[in-house]
């Protein structure tokens, strides 16, 4: 998920803030376990596990964004100026419209998708370790033994036999 021009907002304490009760509240409603998470300040990865037989992302997402937005709108006031079409739609210039949604197929998958996750605020030059950045449930795979606090990559077949159920 990212933010409309990659407005560097969601690592500031009321943007987390805000976000987390927006993935509380539409949790309650159409449940999903966050598996992996990682915020950046213009954008996020997750991971989720839905329910059995509910694919439905989409309606979650809507729903986070839509919370979000809402809020973000009040607490803090309006982000970048919006476009003709944003104004006609009724949207607010916070998030791109679009996300990028992948079915995990497998454990190999599932360990490509979780290095990607954590390996993300390295790639984006804000640590040179994934442990030494806050915002990501890396620190649970750490404790759970599945990552060294150290990683920095690589490591092949250390999630076999991890179940995200």
């Not at 966050?34 to 989720?48: E, K, M, R, S």
């Not at 996300?99 to 290095?115: A, P, Q, R, T």
């Not at 915002?135 to 795979?141: C, G, V």
Request: glycine share 6%; aromatic share 16%.
């Amino acid at each position: 998920m990212v933010t409309y021009r990659r407005l560097p907002i969601l690592t500031n304490p009321t943007a987390r803030k805000i976000l987390r009760d927006a993935f509380s509240a539409t949790n309650i409603v159409h449940p999903f376990k966050t598996v992996a998470v990682c915020l950046l300040p213009d954008h996020l990865h997750c991971i989720w596990k839905l329910p059995e037989g509910d694919s439905d992302y989409s309606t979650r997402w809507k729903e986070i964004k839509r919370k979000f937005s809402l809020e973000y709108l009040k607490e803090v006031g309006t982000g970048e100026e919006r476009n003709a079409s944003r104004q006609k739609q009724g949207e607010a210039a916070i998030w791109q419209r679009r996300f990028w949604e992948h079915f995990i197929d497998g454990e190999s998958d599932f360990e490509n998708h979780l290095d990607y996750i954590y390996y993300n605020p390295v790639k984006h030059k804000y640590v040179t370790r994934p442990g030494d950045w806050p915002w990501s449930s890396f620190r649970r795979f750490v404790k759970e033994g599945i990552y060294s606090p150290d990683w920095e990559g690589g490591d092949a077949g250390r999630l076999q036999g991890y179940c995200f159920d």
